[in-house]
Each structure stands twice: as C-alpha cells, then as structure tokens.
C-alpha cells in the first residue's frame, strides 16, 4: 500500500545539499590563486605576470583535457566513490599549492622564505626562483584541475539518481548555484585569510573543506533505493519515470539503429562543427581571463586585494554576473514561443543581443579614471553577457546534430574553449608584463604601460562575440540539421 505523500521523507533534498556546497567549494579551490596572486605570491616568488599567465593558461587547457574523460571516469567508479575521488584529488592539489613556497626554498638551497623574498629583483637569483615556483604551482594546478573536472559530470549523475525528470531542472539549477556563491564568497573570505596567517593558509583552509565534504558524503550518500534515510513514499516519487524511461531506452534503442553516431574526424567536415569549434575558441578564453585577471586589474590600480575596496570590488563584478545571466535562458524562449521563430533562428537572435553586454568592456579602462567602480560594473556586465551566450552555444549543438554525436562535439568544443583560454591567458601576461617594462615607450590609443596593455585585452573582450557570431552566421546562416545517412 502505497504511504500519504505527507509521510514521504525528504533526503533527496539533503543530497542536493551535498552537491551545492561540493559546487560553492569546487568554484572556491579555483580562485584562491586569482585572489592572492598579485598581492601575496608574487613579491614572494619574483613573478612577472608572464609567469601568471603561464599558470592560468595551462590550468585552462588542463581543465579541458580532464572534462573529456571524467564523465566516463565518474560512470565507471560508480557515483560514491567516482565523486569521493574527484573531491579527494581537487582538494589535495589545492592544499599542495600551500607547500609550493617551501619546496622553492629547499631546491634553490635558501634559508627561509624571508630569504626568498629578499632576492634581488631581475637577478639570476630571482629567475630561477620564479621558474621553479611556476613549475610547482603547474603541477600543482593540473592535479586541481583533474579533480574539478569530475564535479559536474558526478553532480549531474546524482541528481537524475535521486529526482524524477520534471524536479532535475530544479535540483540542477539549486546546485549550480554553488558556483555563484563560490565566487562571491570568495573574495570576501580567502584575502582575509591569506592577510591573517597567510596565502599558504588560505589554499590549506579551503582546500580541506573538500576533505570535511568527504566525511559527509561518505556517511549520507546511498543510492536511494538502498539508503535507509528514503522511505518507500520517497523512492516511489523519485522512480515515477522508470516505467516511461523503460519504454522511452526501447525507442531510443530502435532509433539509434536508424541513427549511426558519426567519426570524430568525419564530424570535422560540417560548417555546423566550425561554426561551434569557433564561437568556442573566440570566447570562453575571455570569460577565463576576467576570472582569473580581474583581482589582479584591481592590484594593479591600487585596490589590491589586501584592501576592502579590492574585496567588494570583484564581489559586486560577481554579484552582477550571477544576477543578470538568469536573463540568458529567458529570451531564446521569448522568440520561440511569444514570436513564434524557429530555435535556431530564436537563439542566434538571442545571441545577437547579448554580443552588446561585452561591449562595454571597451570603456573599462578610459572610465576608469572616474571611478573603479565603472570597470567593476562594467566587467560584471561583460561577463553576464558571456554566461548567457555560452548557455545558447551549448544548445546550438542540440540544434544540429543528431543525439548519438552530441557529446562528441561538446567534447570537441571544450577543447577548442580550453585552447582559447590558454592563448588568451598566456597572450595577455606576456603582454602585460612587455607594457610594464616598456613603460612610456608602449602606447595605445593615449594609455602607457601596462595601462595600455590592459586596454588592448579589452579591446579583443568586446569584439570577440560579435565577430563568432558573424562567423557562426556565415558559416551557418540557416538551420541545418546534420542529417546521417
């Protein structure tokens, strides 16, 4: 007999939980290099910000290397253990990063970190003192990004485990959230602790909240229909699809033998292919660069994020991209279904207007001069802009190609992000650290140093939606769905 639905108990909410704090934590690890980078690592290691770019470009192209296996790695642990080792290793390469300073001084043969930092500036010393730091903060990031990758792929498994298909929209868009609040509580949180007991805390401190999520996932989690904490009301709710899921696999089965997956290299052939390779490669690598250089934008104008300026500063550039990217899933569906266009056709028009958000990137540095707060607005908005493009060119995929090549193309495509991450991470500190040396003798378009530097950055920021969606268009004025034969 079947028990009151006001007798059901409520678990598969606590394992949502789970994945909103494993999220917030996940987004947190990432950024305690960006926070402390300018203010607190570099005087100690002798870093030029080519030496940063290198770190943030390689973490990128890392990151996008691990996306392409850890959703299999996540199915073929199973999802207790796959998390728990995904969580385990993101958090050990975030600790590691605290020993980092200590390994430097033991190889370059130095008495104290103190020593270290007294080194003169430029000399041999110092050089070689930076180049073994960058390469223990690379391994250090590649173990991070390894683990970081398997969040989502683990998180999105557990939630179709636990909720019927009409509650996951929900589950996923709660958990997810966890990424916003990362990044706001993240610059008020980790620069106090890196000024309290320093940056080597900081990284130890919220690396080891992974390993405190550990304990709580290993003793709450079970598969529901073996957890002791989901009665029968419960799991009855949670398996409302299967006996649809039984007949909607027979179907999907039965098509599957109509619709043949297609090559890697034979998808390489579509314009529909380019035309998603290429909106990748011109964007995600800006939205990367505000992430890991706005803290360090900010040091440079003299709100470092040893200030309280500097903190609420790139907490409200957050606050606005977590507000105004909700807009993103709103408007393609206000031209389908109020203006009755085609998906596509809604969802490059959709895309259209959200290449003007970027834009404004261009008078960050000119408005800067007023107010820092114009380019903490002004990124905000920028980077609203990008989260609501990227949700419509990850959907153009669905548009196009049948079902048994999409994640063939995603993949494809997060490596074309991560390759663009990685040029415009590693471009940009070179640049920036050629401006500062250069001085008055590098100028552009009235800004000297690394002022002008900064600008051109900017620059490509805000012309680089509009020219892949010029692309995209002429590579795919229409839709045309990739038809198998």
């Known amino acids: 007999m079947t028990q009151n639905k006001s007798q059901m108990?409520?678990?598969r909410w606590w394992m949502c939980l789970l994945l909103f704090v494993a999220t917030t934590v996940n987004?947190?690890?990432?950024?305690?290099?960006?926070?402390?980078?300018?203010?607190?690592?570099?005087p100690e290691f002798h870093w030029t910000d080519a030496d940063y770019g290198t770190i943030t470009a390689f973490f990128s192209l890392f990151y996008a290397i691990a996306c392409l296996f850890a959703g299999k790695f996540v199915d073929w642990m199973g999802t207790k253990k796959g998390y728990q080792w995904a969580i385990f290793v993101w958090s050990l390469g975030a600790c590691l990063h605290a020993g980092c300073g200590w390994a430097t001084m033991n190889i370059e043969g130095l008495e104290s970190i103190e020593a270290m930092k007294m080194v003169e500036t430029g000399s041999a010393a110092a050089l070689a003192i930076a180049s073994v730091s960058v390469w223990l903060f690379l391994a250090c990031r590649g173990i991070l990004a390894l683990g970081e990758a398997g969040n989502f792929p683990a998180a999105i498994k557990v939630t179709a485990e636990y909720f019927p298909k009409k509650d996951r929209a929900f589950a996923t868009s709660l958990?997810?959230?966890?990424?916003?609040?990362?990044?706001?509580?993240?610059?008020?949180?980790?620069p106090i602790l890196a000024q309290k007991w320093g940056w080597e805390m900081a990284f130890i401190i919220i690396g080891a909240l992974g390993f405190l999520w550990m304990f709580f996932w290993h003793t709450m989690y079970e598969k529901p229909e073996k957890s002791s904490h989901v009665n029968a009301a419960e799991l009855e709710y949670i398996q409302q699809d299967n006996a649809a899921e039984a007949e909607a696999k027979a179907a999907a089965a039965a098509a599957a033998a109509d619709e043949p997956s297609i090559p890697m290299l034979k998808c390489l052939t579509y314009r529909q292919t380019w035309s998603f390779i290429l909106g990748k490669i011109f964007t995600d690598g800006v939205w990367w660069?505000?992430?890991?250089?706005a803290p360090a934008y900010f040091s440079d104008m003299g709100y470092g994020m040893d200030t309280t300026m500097g903190k609420l500063l790139v907490f409200v550039l957050y606050l606005i991209v977590t507000?105004?990217?909700i807009f993103g899933g709103w408007l393609p569906k206000f031209f389908v279904e109020k203006k009755g266009m085609e998906p596509y056709a809604g969802r490059m028009r959709a895309m259209l207007i959200f290449t003007a958000?970027?834009?404004?990137?261009?008078f960050a540095q000119p408005l800067q001069e007023y107010s820092i707060w114009y380019p903490a607005i002004?990124?905000?908005l920028a980077g609203a802009g990008h989260q609501a493009w990227s949700a419509n060119l990850f959907s153009t995929v669905g548009d196009m190609f049948p079902k048994s090549t999409i994640a063939t193309i995603t993949g494809i495509g997060a490596m074309a992000g991560g390759l663009g991450s990685f040029a415009i991470n590693k471009c940009s500190g070179l640049l920036f650290t050629y401006a500062e040396q250069q001085g008055a003798a590098?100028?552009?378009?009235?800004?000297?140093?690394?002022?002008?530097g900064y600008f051109i950055v900017f620059c490509f920021c805000a012309v680089a939606y509009i020219i892949a969606w010029s692309i995209m268009k002429t590579l795919v004025p229409k839709y045309k769905p990739i038809v198998v034969k």
């Open 289 to 293: 660069f505000y992430l890991f250089w």
């Open 442 to 452: 590098f100028t552009f378009l009235g800004y000297e140093g690394k002022p002008a």
């Open 27 to 42: 987004y947190m690890d990432r950024q305690v290099l960006s926070l402390t980078y300018k203010d607190f690592i570099a």
């Open 323 to 325: 507000i105004l990217s």
């Open 175 to 190: 958990f997810n959230a966890g990424a916003s609040v990362g990044a706001l509580v993240a610059p008020l949180t980790i």
């Open 357 to 362: 958000f970027p834009l404004f990137a261009l």
């Open 378 to 380: 002004i990124i905000g």
């Open 9 to 11: 108990t409520n678990w």
